[in-house]
């Protein structure tokens, strides 16, 4: 049964860092390209970051640039989402999705597996 569990978040001071995991079970990692997104209450889910099926490709919307970092461990089956220097407003539940290709997109729909996500409150 193929599974994506997010873990990792918490609450943090701004300024603080985070780093979220995306453990995958039931397919083989390294044949999926991975997105985190984030939702927000009230908001749409966004696109943060996706990295390709081999990690040679990396993209990071505007908001976390500088700040976040994505990287893949195959051998583990985990996707990792380094977030350092954050702020209020990257308070959010965040996801990681699967999708069987090599490239990665921001765009929610291009994902066909989910996890259920992981909250993120960033607060003083």
């Known amino acids: 049964q193929l599974q994506l569990v997010e873990s990792g978040g918490g609450s943090v001071q701004p300024g603080g860092s985070l780093r979220l995991s995306c453990a995958v079970s039931?397919?083989?990692?390294?044949?999926?390209?991975i997105g985190w997104f984030r939702q927000a209450p009230g908001k749409e889910r966004e696109g943060v970051s996706c990295?390709?099926?081999?990690?040679?490709?990396?993209n990071y919307a505007d908001s976390g640039k500088g700040r976040f970092t994505i990287s893949r461990d195959n051998a583990k089956n985990t996707v990792y989402l380094q977030m350092n220097s954050l702020k209020p407003e990257d308070t959010a539940t965040y996801y990681c999705a699967a999708k069987t290709t090599s490239y990665c997109s921001a765009r929610v729909s291009f994902y066909d597996y989910w996890g259920q996500g992981t909250q993120v409150t960033v607060s003083s």
């Open positions: 990295i390709s099926s081999s990690g040679g490709s990396t």
């Open positions: 039931g397919f083989t990692l390294a044949y999926h390209a």
